[in-house]
């Protein structure tokens, strides 16, 4: 928490009569709104306006890459009423009505990050000035957190932009970059950071000789697309399609469990309807409500854990350093290999050395991270001179030259132990003494990948997940003999890689892989009763999850689940045991997606369906007979606490440094219901002993591979919780 002692804002007052205001909370990395700066800022503006010598203001921000980044989030998390909270918005209201009202002009000049309360302190000032750097974003994120803007943000911004781009912004809590806000007109300038505070007081003194006028939207005049939206809410007929889309859209994409974005539509249809006075007060209520609900909890929660997980350095010595990583070699040149290459010289930027056995698989990782390049062309989020420089940090080879001066290789091949062996192997010889091995491996022991390495302490695990670009998580191994700044060195580059990071102990199917394996199967025991795949997958979505397990079986790729099947049972024995589904639909030939046969339909055999529809021959391959019937809550149940029950036999295990993780690599690596915390989340919110009770009962119905975790009946006998 900021130094309460110490003043936030400074004042100096040029020869030109600009005040520059300076924002700094004391002792903070990042500028936050709380609530005990509002008196503060109310004398602030009463010191501008009382003093004849100023004409104008701006403001500044005295951290390097942040304006202001939003409410303060422990802030928030102190609130227990939501009376309370709801005064806490009705004080931002009131304080940027005051900013918005002020005869003096104050114009933002903006270098880093203006999100959430940061960005409404924005739109209520009288211009923007935002620097041209990559850092300099603004936008709503309040969404992600179960929230909603509780400044009138939303309502500024609807009339900058329209209530459609007030929508897609509220609900989206997408960032808006310096390029884009211009022709938005949300900015009035970019300029290079050098020149920011001397441009933005230009704009202030403007202001002040012009008087002010009303903003308007850039994009309006240039582009048909935003008058056409613009014509349509103008008309009470086009707002109400409008609205109505947009709720049907929300209700589609959350299933209902994320009330904010439903409150977000709900302010703006107000505003539009009703006035900003009659949304503002909704707008607070609404707030006030949402603080403290269990979402919003939960939700904060992972962003906390998120937050700490940036400052982890994978080990327990924090004193630990990690090595510069200046070059990176990937083995395998397919979906995975290419997409771990892509996030390396696009985030990190560094660069890579790809190998492949021939000129054939070459040419495909190099198509498809031009592929990759291509669509953020068209997305315009690079330019064609920034892909021609990153693709130039690509270079291949069918051997093992340009290898010698690497620092780390992944490697991304078969899962077949003897061929890790053999790459292990030839790494060892082509590079340094200090090159890090690092396995793409989503099931086998990086112990035994390493069991024959002249150098173990060298060998670890990086397990990323398909589409590697899109996916947030990267799952670090580690063995007992790898080397402390090994993991450091690995949890560093994935975060430069754009990933959260999460590191475990080693072990067949690590944790991710792990728990997902009884999930899958439980799935197949209940499509082996009969039930219809539409079903399980339809229940599974209802409870939160973003596809269901067969849907993901497809997609993962059936031949895939069969490699890895039999290498869990090894390990775990009867209770990560299959039903037969999974080899009948090998020897059926049935991959998945991939080749177009499994549970699914796909290509030509799905043209005249109404949207996803199921391969119904799937059935008489398996032996079902679909006519069973088992409650949407029975399904969810079932697969949903074998996930949860083997998420803490890993903890019971030492396979998990701690829950945060748990939860974190449940939700970004494998889709586990965010707005329900994780796993560890989820049995506190419910109560050990009701976990148990279920996992009990089903335990006694099917037995073996319900048989509780150890430390879920320790939790329960003892009534402790996960977390404090």
């Not at 209520?285 to 992972?302: C, D, N, P």
């Amino acid at each position: 928490m900021a130094d309460q002692g110490k003043k936030v804002l400074s004042m100096e007052v040029r020869s030109d009569g600009v005040a520059i205001i300076t924002y700094d909370v004391p002792g903070e990395p990042v500028n936050t709104l709380q609530a005990s700066f509002a008196a503060e800022f109310e004398e602030m503006l009463g010191r501008i306006e009382g003093d004849s010598s100023i004409k104008a203001a701006i403001i500044v921000s005295a951290k390097a890459d942040t304006w202001v980044a939003g409410a303060d989030i422990n802030m928030l998390k102190d609130v227990t009423t939501a009376a309370d909270a709801e005064k806490l918005s009705r004080m931002a209201q009131q304080g940027f009505k005051k900013l918005e009202e002020m005869r003096k002009p104050v114009v933002a000049a903006i270098h880093g990050a203006a999100l959430g309360g940061g960005f409404e302190l924005a739109l209520a000032c009288h211009g923007r000035v935002m620097s041209d750097d990559g850092k300099t974003v603004c936008g709503f994120p309040e969404v992600q957190l179960g929230l909603l803007p509780g400044g009138n943000g939303l309502q500024r911004f609807a009339k900058l932009q329209g209530l459609q781009a007030a929508l897609d912004f509220g609900l989206t809590g997408k960032n808006l970059r310096s390029s884009r806000a211009k022709k938005a007109g949300v900015a009035d300038d970019v300029v290079p950071k050098a020149i920011l505070v001397q441009v933005a007081a230009q704009l202030a003194l403007k202001l002040a000789e012009e008087g002010r006028k009303p903003a308007k939207g850039g994009l309006a005049s240039i582009n048909a697309k935003v008058l056409t939206e613009a014509a349509l809410e103008k008309n009470p007929l086009g707002r109400m399609v409008l609205f109505k889309k947009a709720r049907e859209e929300v209700l589609k994409k959350t299933g209902g469990h994320y009330p904010a974005a439903e409150r977000i539509i709900d302010v703006i249809e107000t505003y539009a309807s009703k006035g900003f006075d009659v949304s503002s007060d909704l707008e607070a209520r609404y707030f006030g409500e949402l603080v403290v609900s269990e979402t919003a909890r939960q939700l904060i929660g992972i962003f906390d854990a998120t937050t700490a997980l940036k400052k982890d350095n994978g080990v327990d010595d924090t004193s630990v350093k990690p090595r510069k990583v200046r070059k990176v070699a990937m083995l395998g040149g397919g979906l995975m290999g290419g997409g771990i290459s892509f996030v390396t010289i696009q985030n990190a930027d560094i660069p890579v050395r790809l190998k492949e056995k021939d000129i054939e698989g070459l040419t495909r990782g190099y198509k498809y991270v031009h592929e990759l390049y291509s669509e953020r062309v068209k997305k315009r989020q690079t330019t064609k001179l920034e892909r021609v420089r990153k693709l130039g940090m690509l270079t291949g080879s069918v051997d093992f030259s340009g290898f010698k001066d690497v620092d780390v290789v992944i490697e991304a091949v078969f899962e077949d132990l003897g061929l890790k062996h053999k790459m292990v192997e030839e790494i060892e010889r082509a590079c340094s003494p200090e090159t890090i091995f690092a396995s793409n491996t989503s099931s086998l022991p990086i112990t035994k990948i390493a069991a024959n390495a002249k150098r173990p302490e060298l060998v670890i695990g990086m397990h990323y997940f398909s589409p590697v670009h899109k996916m947030p998580l990267l799952e670090i191994i580690t063995t007992k003999k790898t080397a402390p700044w090994v993991v450091a060195t690995t949890v560093a580059l994935g975060k430069k890689q754009g990933k959260t990071v999460i590191v475990v102990n080693d072990g067949v199917g690590f944790y991710t892989s792990r728990i997902l394996g009884p999930l899958m199967n439980e799935a197949a025991f209940i499509l082996s009763e009969g039930i219809l795949i539409e079903d399980i997958d339809g229940a599974m979505r209802k409870w939160g999850w973003p596809v269901g397990p067969i849907t993901l079986l497809d997609e993962v790729g059936i031949d895939i689940a069969a490699h890895v099947g039999p290498i869990m049972v090894e390990a775990f024995g009867e209770r990560m045991t299959p039903p037969p589904a999974v080899s009948k639909l090998v020897a059926d030939n049935r991959k998945g997606r991939k080749n177009e046969r499994g549970f699914y339909l796909y290509g030509e055999a799905r043209k005249g369906t109404k949207g996803k529809a199921v391969d119904t021959s799937v059935y008489k391959v398996l032996g079902i007979e679909p006519k069973g019937k088992m409650s949407a809550e029975e399904i969810q149940m079932r697969c949903s606490l074998q996930f949860v029950n083997e998420a803490i036999r890993c903890m019971g295990d030492g396979i998990l440094r701690n829950v945060r993780d748990g939860d974190i690599g449940a939700i970004f690596g494998l889709g586990f219901p965010p707005f329900r915390g994780g796993p560890f989340r989820y049995v506190d919110s419910i109560g050990a002993q009701e976990a148990l009770r279920r996992i009990g009962n089903y335990f006694e119905k099917f037995g073996k591979r319900w048989e509780p975790a150890p430390l879920l009946v320790e939790m329960a006998k003892s009534g402790r919780k996960f977390y404090p």
